[in-house]
């Protein structure tokens, strides 16, 4: 018999058109169905619902001759049943799947709020009354005026200093802060290009009006000078100041590290120690190391230095305390040591748009160390 006869039968029995013979078939069939002590109701559920009820009745219709004893239940008494059951499993599951949906939706806001995402272009400007500016990552065009200039927060999340009337003198200073997390563009009042990674600080005149271009960084910031022979520009940091015309280079000088690393990129710069050490004069590929007394300059590999500006971690054979230092900032965590892990050294090349479970697995994949990670700490397991 086709497997379609059922659907059939039924549509005949919906419009009162069975014949006597159409009924005594149709009840045969159903009577075929062997309950047991198992409840109808439970029955269809195992058959799975509505949709696996009517494929189970359409393919067993093939087997009518199998000679079944059944518990006897007039026929159309057992359809309505299994009608009633149909409807109600239906509304159950679609409730059960509606409750199911939203509560997966919670675990899932839950679980984004939890994650411990990679940094973004984010700081706040400080002006020169103390008033606060969140530049966070709005594509919203937003003007500040301040006296002889427009301070204009760009679309690509840069803070573009604009000078309206260069007759005009202003003393005031401004300061850009990065919280861990961050980074940042600034293009100063002279045109120089300011890039400022995670946790760092850098304030700077408002206008440039004097015979020099001075301002004072914490953190890393990496520069590219508008050049002007006639005003030299001068970064400081806690123990140093670099002096420069007009040139691209690198500055890391965060107040947790034991040195502050100068890497010149084209140009030439003046590193000076505010110990007064003999000046280092750097060439495009050198870095100036200060710490410990000393002022030093090698040869280094610049894409490495210059990698966090690029979203990457580009680390050659660098110690597990630093590399943490640099994650720590860049996904807002805190890090915590067990072990002593200070004879352990990586390499680390990878996006710094990536999450920071598949960063740690990247030094994991060595067998030498293991992370675990509780809300926003990150533990350091040797």
Known sequence: MEKDRL??????????????????????????????????????????????????????????????????????????IAASISIIASVGFYYYKSKEAEQTKIETLAKIEAQILPGTSKATLILSDGAKVDLGTSDKME????????????????????????????NSSNTVIVPNGGDYQI??????????????????????????RRVKLSGEAYFEVAHNKNSPFLVETNNQTVKVLGTHFNINAYNDENYTKTTLIEGSVKVQSATNLKPATLLPGEQATLGNNTLVKNTVDTKEVLAWKNKMFRIYDQDLYSIMKQIGRWYNVDVEYRGNLSDLRFGLYISKKRNIEQVLELMEVTKTVKFKIE????????
């Open 7 to 80: 659907s059939y039968l039924l549509n005949l029995r919906n419009k009162n058109l069975l014949t006597p013979a159409q009924s005594q078939e149709l009840e045969e069939w159903v009577n075929l169905l062997d309950l047991k002590e198992v409840t109808l109701e439970d029955w269809v559920k195992e058959k799975g619902g509505e949709a696996g009820f009517v494929k189970y009745l359409q393919t067993n219709f093939e087997y009518a001759h199998y000679n079944i004893k059944v518990r006897k239940i007039k026929l159309w008494k057992k359809i309505s």
């Open 143 to 170: 003007f500040i005026e301040q006296s002889a200039n427009t301070i204009a927060k760009t679309q690509s999340g840069k803070l573009d200093y604009q000078t309206k009337n260069n007759s005009l003198n202003d």
């Open 187 to 212: 293009v100063l009042s002279d045109g120089t290009a300011v890039w400022l990674n995670a946790a760092s600080k850098l304030t700077f005149p408002v206008k440039f009006t004097s015979k020099e």
């Open 375 to 382: 809300g926003r700490k990150v533990i350091v397991i040797k």
